[in-house]
């Protein structure tokens, strides 16, 4: 099913869901957004310390590499202490490339600079890079890049979230369908069937695109340094390799689509134990069932309001029962979602860590709280300005977050016995 059909039968979907729910009266929305979002969303009081396995050693590298891979101008463009008009303009620099290089082949002087661009302060060497997709060539493709990382033993697979036309069009693309098979979602197929896994279509075919090229990849580096015997040398054997998989936004949604296609369609060669994946500010795009399954290999960090892993239809029809009932913030999001839960209703899935920031003037020295969150946290829309800030505050966060326990730790020790 093509693009625009299956996103007209997604919005004809929407319309007739609205229609039998009634109309809103303007009063009804006003009412709804009298209420803070503070209320809606309040501080969960955890420390950071009293978070067992929150894997911080892993996320310092990874924010970084998430967002480097927008290029120097994307990166730019998500650096909130810059005025607007700056960022504004470094992000049309970061998507025009794209557009203009798509029909060449050769890998140019930009791309070079792209890599070395993404290495820079990631720990890695351009030399670790085996292989990268940098040009919009066709739909549902991506731009990412796999690197090996010798030290951990190990890939790395770095996805890039949505910055051009080609991203653009496979966000919007976003009827459910099933994991495996890409059949389109039925209700009357799927009436009361919550086994399967479904996922946002358009991620599902990027990820798929993303899969393929990576086995091939890796199928032929494997084969490469297998005829060069690197094992003599002391260098480890790839094939004994796990791998990282990583991204922000739309790259943490493929992360999570790819590693899954890992699972599923080479169990001999991936599994639990050596793959993992951690996505930073992900849509909802899959399923309860599906949601739950990725819990053992996936970790997803959201920021406080980040609108957009608030943004999908299961969420706007949460806050449009909450309107519509009157309902006071003292019904928190997870009932009401768990209430109108469907089979194909998407979710953040994996494990989710909620970072949310005490009100403070002093930016430097900002106390956070840090809690393990359900996936129907996420299940109601909050379209705020707000939440788009804290969509790209991710890369100066996690710093701040990773000073701030290196400094609590090397304390406590000095206290210590």
Known sequence: MG??????????FLIHDYRLQGKMSFRDFLKYNSQ????????????????DDWPLDELRRTVELSFRIYGRCGYIFHNES?????????????????????????????ERRFLQYICQKS??????????????????????????????????????????????LFDIDAYPCELLTGDIYDPELNRGNSEKFFVHMGIRAAGQQVFDALCKCVDEYEMIQEQLELGDIGLSNPKEYGLLITGHSLGAALACIVGSLLLLHR????????????????????????SAWTTPWLTNIVYDLDIFARLSYHALLVRRQRRRTYLSPARPAEELSLEMMTPSSLFIPGKIYFIQAVPSNDLVQRKYYLSKASRHLFSEALITEIGVLHHMDYPLIIPQLFDTHCKRTYANHADGP
Not at 3 to 12: A, G, K, M, N, Q
Not at 44 to 49: A, G, Q, T
Not at 126 to 149: A, G, M
């Open 123 to 168: 720990g890695y060497a351009i030399q670790d890079v085996i292989s990268f997709k940098y040009k919009y060539t066709c739909q549902y493709s991506p731009v990412w890049v796999l690197l090996r990382d010798v030290p951990n033993n190990r890939y790395v697979l770095v996805i890039r979230g949505t910055q051009s036309k080609g991203d653009i």
């Open 3 to 12: 693009l625009r059909t299956s996103f007209c039968r997604f919005l004809r």
């Open 267 to 290: 169990p001999n060669r991936w599994t639990v134990n050596n793959l993992k994946a951690i996505g930073y500010g992900p849509p909802a795009f899959a399923n309860d069932s599906f």
């Open 36 to 51: 803070s979002n503070r209320d809606l969303v309040p501080l969960i009081r955890v420390s950071l310390d009293a978070i």
């Open 82 to 110: 810059l005025g607007m008009l700056t960022r504004l303009w470094t992000k049309m620099l970061a998507s025009a490339p794209l557009f203009m290089k798509k029909c060449k082949v050769e890998t140019t002087g930009s």
